[in-house]
Structures are given as C-alpha cells and as structure tokens.
C-alpha cells in the first residue's frame, strides 16, 4: 500500500461508508446537539437512566424469586435437591445481571466518547454498532426469560440493512465499540528503516559475488522472516477491534467484507502461514506490501575493499607506465648529487660545481633520496684549510671544503 494519508483516506470514503457516516451524525445529534430548553422540558428520563431502571427492577424480580424459593423450602413444598439448583440458578442470575450492567455502561461510555471526538472505525460491525445505538435509546432493554434467565432484548436499526431482532443471553456478547487506528505507516516506518542495519544504523557488512566485503542491508525478500514476525506481533497487539480498523479505515474495505473475512476464522495462507482468520492474514499482506514500497536497500563499499581497490588499481597504472613501486626490500644506490659553488678570486668570481656521492633507497615518490653521513672532521684540520686557500667562498660549510679539497 501507498503512504497512508489520512484526509485523503478521508475523501476516498466508499458509498457504504457514506452512509455509515451520515447514519453517525444523525445519531450525534441525537445525544448532543440538545437545546437548553430540551433539556429543561424532558418528556421522558434519559437513555442511561432508564436503563438504571431496568437493572434495579431485574434485580428485585431476582430477589422476589429467591425469597419465594425459601418460602416453599420453609413449607417443605420443594425438596432440598430442587431448592439447591433453583438456588443455583439465582446466584447465576445474579451475576450475569451484574456483569450486564457493568458491561453495557462501559460500552455506552466508549461509544459516547469516540462518537463525540468523531473515532470511531469504519471497521466496526453495524450490528454492534445498531444495538449500542438501541440501548441508548431504550429500544433494547434488560429482560427475564420464562426461565428466569437475564438477557437483552428489542430491536436495532441497522444503517444499511435496517431492523433486526436482538436477543443477547451471554454478557461477553455485548457489543465493543471500534476506534480508528493512527495512520499505519506510523507503525511501520520506523520498522522498515532498521531492516538490515546494525545497532549504529550502519548496513551490515557482506560478502559480494566477487568476495568484496560490502555494507549492505540486503534484499527485502531476505527479511521476509523480520516482516511475518513484526506483523504477526502488531496483528496480536492491536487485536481483533484494530484489525478491523485497519481494514476498514486503512484499506477502505467495506464493511461487509471485513465482516466476512473476521467470522472466516482458522485460514491458512497461500504461503501455508495460520491465521486465527482472514482479516489477520490480509493485513499481513498488506503491510509487507507497504514495507516493500518503503523499503530502500542501501549498500556502502566497506574500507577494506576501498584501500584494496586502491592498491590494485595503482599497481596496474604502475604497471602501464613502467614506473617502480617503492621497493619493498630497498638496497643501497649510489648517486652523485651536484652542487654549484661561488668563489671569489683576484680575477673575479668563479662558479664551480660539485658532485657528492649518496647512498639511500630510491623510490617513486618526488622525495630526495637519503645523504649518506661524511666522516666526522676536527675543528683544527677545518680551520688550517680555510686559512690556505686564497679563496673567499660564500656561505660554504666545513664539509663542503672538505669535499672540495680532499
């Protein structure tokens, strides 16, 4: 998938969603856009308060049964047996009309809350969302079957079906409410840029097809395993409700189809990976499909390869133009370096140059190759020759008049 952009997501809403979204403000207004007056000249309680009402009436039907079943007991019309179990089934009415009550209140407030800041997913099943809609009406109440059994009961409105008939006996069933999850590639982005990189962020050293040491983060079908394992772990944290989200609100699946692909529980994969449905498993699809779409393989000659290729390649142009390397296993050269001298003489100055034996390693560089050291010389022996030559040199050291006169 592309980078997910929320008002553009936005403007792509499906005809489905269209209606699930004007289904939603009419339902907005219902809980909140009351005037002063409305509110000061109700004609009948509020929704939450009414269902207080249901609750506490169950539940003085509930301790009505059990004070009659102590006094059949007390009369001896029921048996210890028959007492025990009906008593058994009070507790067990008792608990689940706690659970009821806790349930649907909680619901109603999450409802309320994302239906007001406007967060709710396009993923939510509309059943769930038609009987949330319907206990905050009072169209769906708490009732006692003929058994004495608590349970829901009434209609709801689906926003594209229409009504249906609502009949809940396990609390566990009351329906959740679904909020839209952040943009996606928030998630992803981050995961996606450490792909074959190393603590430092550096990509991490290779071998190539030349046996060159290289960085390089890899292929992205090499970090497949990464991908399954990421998503798999963000499948399992954002639960059945994000799934749900994701679809709807990410891929703009209508809702139907998240529907049909969340109840087909159990699925494997064409690549033979279980899901616990098939909602897990498209969204696995889909975000390795934007991972792939952001993923950028980097590859970074490594240092070693760069000082090798260097070396090589100054070999082969030494080569070329028949120029020594230094020589790794330099011996003793013999050169004459020359120096020019200036003299003057009763017949005027004199210009005489001078050669001087070095020995020293030659090498390719531009470098002056190494003087060898002249025989130490006595100040006495210096000063006796310059005072015999008639000649006044300029700026010449003792060993250059050594040299000259030797």
Known sequence: ???????????????????????????????????????????????????????????????????????????????????????????????????????????????????????????????????????????????????????????????????????IYDFYNIPQPVKKLPPINNLLKPFVDKLGVDENGMPITRIDQFGNMIYDTGDLSEHDADILDFTSNAIVEAGPEGIRSYLGDHLNLPSEEVKALAENINYTDENGNNWANQADAVAHDSMKDFAGGQYRRQTRPHPDTIANNASRSATEIATQKQVPLINPDPKAQEVQMQQTEVM????????????????????????QPIQAQPEEVSADITEQMIAETPLKMKTLSAKDLIKKYS
């Open 1 to 167: 998938m592309e980078m997910y952009n929320p008002r553009e997501a936005a403007k792509k809403e499906s005809p489905e969603q269209q209606i699930i979204a004007a289904s939603r403000r009419v339902e907005y207004d219902r809980q909140f856009k009351r005037a002063a007056e409305d509110k000061l000249n109700q004609e009948n309680p509020t929704p939450e308060n009414v269902f207080k009402v249901q609750a506490q009436g169950i539940a003085r039907r509930i301790v009505e049964g059990a004070n009659e079943l102590v006094n059949k007991k007390g009369k001896g019309e029921i048996s210890n047996a028959d007492f025990a179990s009906d008593m058994a089934m009070v507790d067990q009415m008792v608990d689940n009309l706690g659970n009821f009550t806790t349930g649907i209140e909680k619901s109603l407030a999450i409802y309320k809350e994302m239906l007001m800041e406007g967060t709710l997913s396009y993923g939510m099943d509309q059943h769930d969302e038609a009987v949330l809609q319907a206990i905050d009406k009072g169209e769906v109440q708490l009732a006692l079957d003929k058994e004495g059994r608590v349970k829901m009961e009434g209609k709801g409105n689906h926003a594209i079906k229409g009504p249906f008939d609502v009949s």
């Open 344 to 367: 003057q003489t009763p017949q005027g100055e004199v210009a005489e140059t001078a050669t001087e034996d070095v020995v020293g390693p030659i090498s390719s560089s531009l470098q």
